[in-house]
């Protein structure tokens, strides 16, 4: 789901929950009515929701689990055949390349749509008309559909129709090629078509995270002689912190999950040059109906994608201001 | 919003980059829009200008090809449903959050942040057959208790933070008054918090209109299809006639934009909302 993808979530539940730890009421006493049952009925706000969740995704993901460890290929019988998917999973050229296109695209992802999104948001915490109407059109390819998206630039990216065609007509050829076609360009295609999806959001956010910072931070910096430049470095950045982190943290998690964009541009092509983790076990699952060789994919990739979870959850419950 | 910088400090750097960020997003979007009125003739020879004929007919063979008629209603019914029944459940949960004391809800919260963090293909395929043998396969309501299910604990801490700021005063007195917990929640409590409760039904409205994955796999009836996948199915078969297919995807895209640019502030909000402190 595109705005509400899973990283986007994930980061919403744990800033809410570790934020605001203890500020529950105590009830009113009211007498004469079962301790028991009216717990009861506490928790009869919470059960609907926990029931729902738990059928949807806990329990499949519980039995989704279980058939990493099975030779299961979807229709007859599974056998345990224990941690063979696994090893298999480590000698597996396609995988590995996978993992690694993962983690340049979270190193691309991490580096790029970061710093243009607080280049744009520094800038427009600066201006004094026009922020509304700026931030506005900034947050409209957020708004979209994957699949619009890869529209929109498979389109300018096509090696007859797109922008690499006609500048070709003016001379310039260096982007006349297709994009998605070639090994090399392939992946970078893709995170560029994602990160024009996702600056906006990085841009809005870290714009509301600037006009917090108190204004007489700057005057005194800029009192001192600073730059614009160094009033960013100094004032700017470690106001927003937590929200950096945040967004770091998001990042993260969705280059790692990232499979809408992948698998409608490209389909993890040419030759698995872009293949993700994600598209792999898809491929796994529904093309070669090999279930439990993608239920141990979807193992590896829970447990890659909750290491950064689980080391901003324990920080922070810890109390660490990051 | 403040301004950072001081009147002495010239803004117009500010807005020759800002502007130039401005294209880069704005562009595509208008060649997508533009694109969508030529021919597949114009396409070759005018691929990137600004149309010299506006070929209307665009839109009501990429209205009729994809079948709108169809696949808009889809789309209304699974939207509209999603967010009743997901802020049906989140609302209840969020107020028990907040305000019911409730030993372990740090463990409902531990138990939301595992399952939200489980890719979706883990266990998409044993909700497939789980679905299958409930014979919720290819229908509009499996698809929408899957959706509630994926979007509920989003919306639970959304509430969540709104019921917290909310003042304690009304509550303190009903309980005074005996009322009981349900009654406050739906006297009291609900009557107060629409912002949050449309912040929130936008957010997850929004997500499940856009969905794709999940419907591409619990709704394989072409009559049920939702607009995200007949619109998919709808490029794959008329993959070289651009002009169509753009045409569908502004179908598509405009009602988005429309209700972004009226209620933009509360989108913007909601979705905001995890990044910045309380």
Same mark, same amino acid.
């Given at each position: ?39 009861? &009925? ?9 029931? /729902?969740?738990? *059928? ?10 279980? @058939? ?36 340049? @695209? ?23 008309? &026009? ?26 990216? =096509?090696?007859?129709? &797109? ?15 297709? /994009? ?12 560029? /078509? ?19 910072? $108190? ?45 809408? =964009? ?9 030759? =698995? ?50 | ?13 500010? =807005? ?111 909700? #497939? ?47 005074? $008054? ?9 006297? *009291? ?33 072409? $009559? ?5 996948? &007949? ?6 078969? #008329? ?40």
């Amino acid at each position: 789901m595109a705005l509400l993808s899973q990283e986007y979530v994930l980061g919403v539940i744990m800033e809410q929950a570790s934020l605001v730890k203890d500020t529950t009421l105590a009830p009113v006493r009211q007498p004469s009515v079962n301790k028991n049952l009216r717990a009861l &009925g506490r928790w009869a706000f919470v059960i609907p929701v926990l029931v /729902v969740n738990s *059928i949807v995704v806990i329990i499949p993901s519980i039995i989704g689990i279980a @058939y990493a460890f099975t030779d299961w290929n979807g229709v007859g019988a599974a056998n345990w055949i224990g941690l063979e998917n696994f090893t298999k999973l480590f000698q597996d050229a396609i995988f590995f390349k996978a993992f690694t296109n993962n983690v340049i @695209y979270t190193a691309l992802f991490l580096t790029i749509p970061i710093a243009v999104g607080l280049l744009g948001a520094y800038l427009l915490a600066g201006i004094k008309r &026009g922020q509304v109407i700026y931030r506005l059109i900034y947050f409209i390819p957020y708004i979209f559909l994957s699949v619009i998206n890869t529209q929109i630039w498979r389109y300018l990216l =096509h090696p007859r129709y &797109g922008i690499g065609a006609t500048l070709a007509d003016y001379g310039i050829t260096f982007l006349d090629f297709p /994009v998605f076609g070639r090994s090399e360009t392939a992946l970078i295609g893709i995170v560029f /078509v994602d990160g024009w999806h996702w600056w906006g959001f990085l841009v809005v956010i870290y714009l509301a995270a600037m006009a917090a910072v $108190d204004i007489e931070l700057y005057e005194v910096a800029r009192l001192d002689g600073a730059t614009r430049f160094q009033q960013f470095r100094f004032v700017t950045l470690p106001s927003i912190r937590s929200t950096l982190i945040f967004t770091i943290l998001i990042i993260f998690i969705g280059t790692t999950l990232v499979f809408d =964009h992948v698998f409608i541009l490209t389909g993890g092509g040419p030759a =698995h040059a872009s293949e993700v983790m994600a598209t792999y076990l898809y491929t796994q699952a529904f093309q070669n109906f090999d279930v439990g060789y993608a239920a141990s994919i979807g193992v590896i990739l829970a447990l890659w994608v909750s290491v950064p979870i689980m080391m901003f959850y324990i920080l922070r419950r810890r109390g660490w201001e990051i | 919003m403040k301004s950072v910088n001081q009147r002495s400090q010239s803004t117009i750097p500010n =807005h020759v980059v800002l502007m130039i960020l401005l294209f880069v997003a704005l562009l595509p979007v208008l060649s997508l829009l533009m694109n969508s009125f030529k021919s597949t003739a114009e396409l070759g020879s005018n691929p990137l200008g600004i149309p010299q004929t506006w070929r209307i007919e665009n839109y009501t063979e990429a209205w009729a090809g994809g079948r709108y008629a169809t696949i808009i209603p889809n789309s209304v019914i699974i939207t509209a449903m999603t967010i009743v029944g997901t802020l049906a459940l989140a609302g209840p949960a969020a107020y028990g959050l907040a305000r019911l004391k409730l030993r372990g809800s740090d463990w409902i919260t531990f138990y939301f942040l595992v399952g939200t963090s489980v890719p979706a293909q883990l266990f998409i395929v044993p909700l #497939f057959i789980m679905w299958r043998d409930l014979h919720l396969l290819n229908t509009r309501l499996g698809l929408i208790i899957i959706y509630c299910g994926l979007s509920a604990p989003f919306a639970t801490y959304l509430l969540r933070s709104y019921f917290i700021s909310l003042p304690e005063e009304f509550i303190e007195a009903a309980r005074i $008054d005996g009322a009981s917990n349900l009654q406050i929640f739906l006297r *009291i409590i609900m009557p107060l918090s629409y912002p949050g409760f449309l912040t929130a039904g936008l957010v997850v409205g929004l997500g499940a209109w856009n969905e794709f994955l999940f419907a591409v796999t619990f709704l394989s009836d072409p $009559d049920l299809k939702p607009i995200s996948t &007949g619109l998919y199915a709808f490029q794959t078969r #008329f993959a070289r006639d651009w002009g169509l297919t753009n045409a569908g995807a502004v179908i598509m895209v405009l009602p988005i934009i429309i209700l972004f640019l009226f209620l933009q502030r509360r989108f913007v909000e909601g979705l905001t909302q995890g990044g910045l402190k309380a």
